[in-house]
């Protein structure tokens, strides 16, 4: 190829890689929208007006009372029960103690904030 095919080619390549990049011409109403939509201190106030909001609804919400109720079993089962045999004046004395305990609890718990 010649210098010639080169540089024209070259020159072709350079050309359509180019963008034109044509500056927006923004007017005065433009820019305030685009500042006050992208402002930080504009936008933590409105995060913090909806975070107070947020606080007046659960301080409501707190008025009335909370209830909740627990219980519990518990069931304990010996298969070898204890056997205990003593002599006495009169003979023997067998004793033994239950193969099955039994347990429970219960709870209420009333919260009211004032």
């Known amino acids: 190829m010649s210098k010639i095919t080169i540089i024209a080619n070259a020159f072709v390549l350079f050309l359509f890689s180019v963008q034109t990049v044509s500056a927006k011409q923004w007017t005065l109403q433009e820019c305030i929208d685009y500042a006050l939509s992208h402002n930080i201190r ?21 008025l009335f009372p909370s209830l909740s109720a627990s219980t519990s079993q518990n069931v304990i089962y010996n298969p070898f029960p204890e056997t205990n045999r003593q002599q006495v004046a009169n003979g023997y004395v067998e004793t033994s103690s239950d193969k099955v305990y ?13």
């Open 42 to 62: 504009l936008r933590q106030n409105v995060i913090s007006k909806q975070s107070a909001h947020e606080d007046v609804l659960q301080s409501k919400a707190e």
């Open 102 to 114: 039994y347990n429970g609890t219960y709870g209420i718990n009333f919260n009211w904030t004032v």
